[in-house]
């Protein structure tokens, strides 16, 4: 069966980084308790916005321009590798064609020509796949960085509350990428709780001095007899 080399975007363009980075940090465990000092959550309208992420930063001239480039690259071995599929492919209709009163040699020796060939092939698949790969994660990790950045600033300059996208991967299975710090009620609902419950906060552990690491000791040397 022909085999083609496939050049395409690696789907795992994790976009999880942009929620790590724009969503609100955790409070620290305060050492005594101390009331929450965070301006509470505001009950603000919903206004929630839609972007394919991987799909929209490829599509930038600087995306579409990093692929063009690429590909231009490979390109050279693209044609190699289609050129030593359709020699594999000849190789077996020339098997395939012989007749049942051909040499076994003959037979033998297209066998294992089509064989050593096609090992080579699928190593020269992978390799090259591999480094079209690793280029494009180099060229996209720093531009959905930019892009990420950009996305947030237009919900905010827009007054969404939050940002989710259609695409999903399993590097980036959660939908939501951005959220307004301001309607995260979790601190709100923690200080609530721990009001109600009646249970004080943990007091700050003592610190101990920790003891001194035992030196290496130096064996004697042996005595002369």
């Known amino acids: 069966m022909k085999r083609t080399l496939v050049l395409a975007l690696a789907a ?5 980084t942009l929620a790590a980075q724009t969503a609100p940090a955790p409070a620290p465990a305060a050492a005594a308790p101390a009331p929450a000092v965070a301006a509470p959550p505001q009950a603000i309208p919903a206004k929630i916005a839609i972007i394919a992420f991987q799909s929209g930063m490829v599509n930038t001239n600087e995306g579409a321009r990093a ?7 490979y390109a050279p071995q693209k044609t190699k590798i ?49 480094a079209y790969n690793t280029d ?16 947030v600033k237009y919900c905010n300059d827009n ?13 980036s299975p959660n939908p939501i990428l951005w959220w307004n710090p301001a309607i995260d009620i979790t601190q709100a609902v923690i200080n609530a709780y721990n009001a109600s419950s009646g249970v004080s906060a943990p007091s700050a ?13 130096t064996p004697a040397a042996p005595k002369k007899p």
Not at 12 to 16: C, N, W
Not at 83 to 106: C, F, G, W
Not at 205 to 217: N, S
């Open 67 to 73: 692929v063009d480039d690429i590909q231009k690259k």
């Open 82 to 130: 289609e050129a030593a599929t359709n020699e594999v492919e000849s190789l077996r209709k020339q098997l395939s064609a012989l007749a049942a009163t051909a040499p076994d040699e003959q037979r033998a020796k297209l066998t294992i020509d089509i064989d050593t060939k096609e090992k080579q092939l699928n190593l020269d698949i992978e390799s090259a796949q591999t």
């Open 159 to 171: 007054g969404f509350t939050m940002l989710v996208t259609p695409e999903s991967s399993q590097n």
């Open 205 to 217: 552990p003592t610190a101990r001095p920790r003891p001194a690491a035992p030196r290496p000791t």
């Open 12 to 16: 795992g363009l994790a976009t999880s």
């Open 136 to 151: 494009l994660q180099k060229v996209f990790s720093d531009l959905q960085q930019k892009f990420g950045t950009a996305a």
